[in-house]
């Protein structure tokens, strides 16, 4: 049958007829009120899946039966995460009655909302004097004198009474009750139980007992959720809040010989941060970053509210309107708003495995990890029996399936859609993880041959002399690789550390983890030059264009005995307008280097040679400025013979023009000197 769920937390636009509003608050107040009289059950942690983005979620599930109550605890810092994103399932007949959390409220205040106030340590007399009225049952000490076993009757009050203890005198605290026989008084020392008869009295005290438990940690709080129905049925709560990430550790094993393929290990470290063991939870990993944020929800939110005058001395104010956006008939009105899917926050939006199998299976008996490799073959994971095997696919399968299904909203209908947010790949652990509280792990999660060739990198920002060494490897696991340390070993022995960015499945990259001392390379810069390619005059504006070529040369000296194919970043200046000129096309570029590939045999010497040309362009103003400017253009001999023309008849005019500007300024002068 479908399952019944209530997703918690989701933004509500609309109204909701005031009948049917009551009826579900009265429903939900007796449901809460009649599952209060049974103990709460647990929910076992069941399934979790982490994020790269610092959340995780988090399901627990388990059997019920009828009407039930499940209590959980969180910090306090979570239950704003947790009333986001809580998602709580019934699948059976039943419903989801009710879900209350403690407020922010101080203890004595709280403490002093339920029927019998636990304030101020109150003693035993303090509380049945609280309780007067109420029925109760009590067993009396087998040694009391002139009392029966067992008095069932209310409370009138309590007195005190003074007796005599051997020569003094003491108080001591009486019980009055009205019962079928009439009244008795009991002495409190002689009362071995007590108990409530009313079941609504009791589950208040028992309430108030658990709030002063859970004060002893301030920083948690107590989360009730109230599932009504009949029947046995399994339920399942499932919520987000934050979560350590996850982290990829990888082990990177070259042969010696250079003859097999690389063998690259891959480890995920997941933590425990809880309170709770991890006992055979469905684990999958998400190498992705959901969108992912914090609201405050928990605190109470007051909107202030306007004032309005009577409106006999209100006077008439202008209204003002809005302009609308579309233009259509009618009006459209609302209904719900907001999405439900929130683009990947939930595993029910990540993108199912690529395979069945795609998670690697943890070592078994003669199978190495870590440090401890052997030191004639590659590491290999241990081969396991066909059954075995079967059921751990067949885990994996049925994990990576449940992660690909989204959540049923049931009542929720078509108010919004999910869906895939950013390029997420999810690791499904096949067998079930168990973690104890506070603990971390590593979990193998790749082991796979992969294609790579080994290469020397040379960059002078990184190193002026030597290259590294490196491996430029293609990624054939399948798999997305997260970013994450590389310790690389050639054989059995360990030859460095590296470091990889986030890899795509079939995405090549390059790592370096060893410094080259058997090669050595020399950066040397050439004579540039620059000459004039083209001169134009329009309107007054003379334009020159000026080519500049700029010169690199690289030595390399390969003093090894073995053949290098040597990788040099060059320097990528396009957003400088420069060009590769008369220079071997780069085997790769990126938005800061070149990459040019170079094949130095063992004690060969030879010379790399980078060109680069770039186009400047210059503008002169031909106005009243010295005649030197224009004389400089008159001198190129890039200057077309029509242009010259030009330019030596602009020079009789502006000789001209400069002769009447000195005889005006000596009249002027002489005007000045007159007056």
């Not at 429903?27 to 076992?44: M, T």
């Not at 202008?318 to 233009?327: A, E, L, S, V």
């Not at 253009?633 to 077309?640: A, P, Q």
């Amino acid at each position: 049958m479908l399952a019944r769920k209530l997703i918690w937390g989701l933004p509500v636009v609309g109204a909701v007829a005031a009948g049917i509003g009551v009826d579900r608050y009265l429903a939900a107040e007796g449901a809460e009120g009649k599952q209060d009289l049974k103990p709460a059950v647990s929910l076992p942690m069941s399934r979790v899946v982490l994020f790269n983005s610092g959340v995780g979620y988090f399901a627990r599930s388990g059997d019920i039966e009828g009407d039930a109550r499940v209590d959980l605890t969180f910090q306090e810092t979570d239950v704003n995460d947790l009333l986001k994103s809580m998602v709580l399932e019934d699948f059976g007949n039943g419903r989801i009655a009710a879900v209350s959390y403690d407020s922010r409220e101080p203890i004595s205040r709280t403490l002093a909302s339920f029927a019998i106030n636990l304030n101020d340590n109150p003693t035993y007399a303090d509380i049945l004097s609280q309780a007067r009225g109420e029925r109760i049952e009590v067993t009396i000490q087998p040694n009391a004198a002139n009392q029966p076993g067992k008095l069932t009757g209310a409370i009138v009050g309590i007195e005190k009474q003074k007796t005599t203890a051997g020569k003094d005198a003491v108080e001591l605290d009486v019980l009055n009750m009205w019962c079928a026989e009439g009244l008795r008084s009991v002495k409190l020392v002689e009362i071995q139980q007590l108990r409530f008869s009313n079941p609504t009295l009791e589950s208040e005290f028992r309430r108030a007992l658990e709030v002063l438990a859970l004060n002893h940690d301030s920083q948690k709080k107590a989360v009730s959720l109230h599932f009504s129905g009949d029947g046995k049925r399994k339920v399942q709560v499932g919520y987000v809040v934050e979560a350590p990430i996850w982290k990829t550790s990888y082990r990177l094993v070259l042969d010696a010989d250079n003859k097999d393929k690389p063998y690259l290990q891959g480890w995920a470290i997941v933590e425990n941060p809880t309170d709770e063991d991890w006992t055979g939870v469905k684990m999958a990993l998400i190498s992705g970053r959901p969108i992912s944020f914090k609201m405050d929800l928990y605190n109470p939110l007051f909107v202030p509210r306007p004032t309005v005058e009577p409106e006999l001395f209100a006077s008439l104010r202008p209204p003002t309107y809005d302009g609308g956006f579309n233009k259509q008939s009618g009006v459209a009105m609302g209904g719900l708003g907001g999405g439900v899917g929130g683009g990947g926050a939930l595993p029910g939006n990540a993108p199912p495995m690529a395979g069945a199998g795609a998670a690697s299976a943890p070592p078994g008996p003669g199978a190495s990890f870590g440090l401890g490799l052997p030191s004639e073959a590659k590491p290999k994971f241990a081969k396991t029996a066909a059954g075995d095997e079967a059921e751990r696919r067949r885990h994996a399968t049925q994990l990576g399936r449940e992660l690909s299904d989204s959540i049923r909203v049931g009542g929720v209908g078509n108010a919004a859609t999910g869906g895939q947010l950013g390029d997420f790949f999810q690791y499904a652990i096949d067998h079930p993880v168990s973690l104890a509280r506070q603990k971390s792990a590593l979990l193998p999660i790749v082991g796979k041959n992969i294609e790579g060739a080994r290469v020397s990198i040379y960059n002078a920002a990184v190193q002026a002399k030597h290259p590294l060494l490196g491996l430029r490897f293609k990624n054939t696991s399948g798999m997305h690789l997260s970013q994450g340390p590389i310790t690389v070993f050639e054989g059995s022995t360990y030859a460095g550390d590296t470091r990889v960015l986030d890899v795509q499945p079939n995405e090549e990259r390059l790592v370096s983890y060893a410094i080259d001392l058997g090669t050595e390379v020399d950066p040397q810069t050439g004579e540039g030059t620059s000459r004039i390619t083209n001169v134009k005059a329009l309107k007054g504006i003379v334009r020159t264009d000026t080519k500049v070529r700029e010169v690199k040369k690289y030595r390399i000296a390969n003093r090894s005995q073995q053949d290098r194919t040597l990788l040099i970043e060059h320097p990528n200046r396009t957003n400088q307008q420069f060009k590769l000129m008369d220079t071997d096309k780069p085997v790769e570029d990126t938005k800061d280097v070149y990459r040019f590939q170079v094949a130095v045999k063992a004690g060969e010497e030879k010379s790399f040679v980078v060109n680069e040309e770039r186009d400047i362009r210059t503008e002169i103003l031909l106005s009243n400025n010295p005649d030197g400017q224009i004389r400089y253009v008159l001198n190129l001999t890039e200057t077309s013979p029509a242009l010259k023309g030009k330019l030596n008849e602009a020079l009789r005019v502006k000789g001209t023009w400069d002769n009447s500007l000195r005889e005006l300024n000596q009249v002027v002068a002489d005007l000045n000197r007159l007056n």
